[in-house]
């Protein structure tokens, strides 16, 4: 029996009958007016994800050693903390090495004026939130997401450590997120450091206290938790661990801190 109904090549996709749509693809993308609903719709959102990947990667490729700096964005500039990061920034970007943070305020924004300060790379990845004020002034390559994942994809693939002053959800979620990937060997082994032992001591005990001792992780997962009140013992870590060809176990593991 032969075929009357019309059939049409739409891209890659043949139509017929009642799936032929009235307007070629063309007509519809030059088309000045119409519904506007398809910018809310997941297959837009997902160009708009890919989107963030593709700037985020075309941004930070040739970036270079990079050690991301996580902490409150409420520390106030009066803080003895706001003073430790800002030495912090600045003690990394002496030793080459981009300062990377969340490019708003409080330890963020110290972090990213110690490196500014001296002349180094100060990275700031923002994030689209209601109270946030967008990136700080002291960032001199700053990339705002719209997506949380798409932000910690580029913490994760473009730090060389990661060091984690006090804070609070947010900062222990980059925590977290980037000791499981370790731990789960997604990625591969940097340092982790916990700045302040008035803060992160008793999260540690906790960690040893009950997770170890019920058997839902091993020591080697408490040992990446390293604790100093000293920025040049962070400085020291993140230059020996960069040092380490990749692949090989960091001093954060292998020297068993």
Do not use: C
């Not at 693809?25 to 959102?45: C, E, F």
């Not at 075309?58 to 520390?75: D, H, I, N, Q, Y």
């Not at 920034?89 to 990213?112: D, K, Q, Y």
């Not at 960069?242 to 176990?249: D, E, I, L, M, Q």
């Amino acid at each position: 029996m032969s075929r009357s109904f019309e059939r049409r090549h739409t891209g890659p996709v043949i139509r017929a009958r009642d799936m032929v749509l009235p307007t070629t693809t063309d007509q519809r993308l030059l088309a000045s007016r119409g519904p506007s609903d398809w910018v809310h719709t997941d297959p837009w959102r997902v160009l708009r994800i890919q989107s963030e990947f593709v700037e985020g990667f075309g941004t930070l490729a040739e970036l270079g050693p990079a050690v991301s700096v996580f902490g409150s964005a409420r520390t106030r500039p009066d803080h003895p903390m706001y003073a430790a990061a800002q030495t912090l920034g600045r003690r990394l970007a002496e030793a080459n090495f981009a300062v990377m943070t969340g490019g708003g305020p409080g330890i963020m924004e110290a972090a990213n004026k110690g490196a500014f300060e001296v002349g180094g790379t100060s990275v700031g990845l923002g994030i689209e939130l209601p109270f946030e004020t967008g990136i700080n002034e002291y960032v001199t390559l700053g990339i705002n997401f719209r997506y949380f994942f798409a932000r910690k994809t580029m913490f994760l693939k473009y730090s060389q450590g990661f060091v984690v002053l006090p804070g609070g959800y947010g900062t222990f979620d980059e925590l977290f997120e980037a000791l499981t990937l370790v731990q789960t060997r997604k990625v591969v082994d940097f340092p982790v450091v916990l700045f302040g032992s008035g803060y992160w001591q008793g999260l540690k005990d906790w960690i040893v206290e009950q997770p170890l001792a019920e058997g839902y992780i091993n020591e080697a997962d408490v040992r990446r938790l390293f604790i100093t009140d000293d920025v040049d013992e962070v400085v020291e870590k993140m230059v020996r661990a960069n040092a380490t060809p990749p692949g090989r176990p960091t001093p954060s593991t292998a020297d068993g801190q």
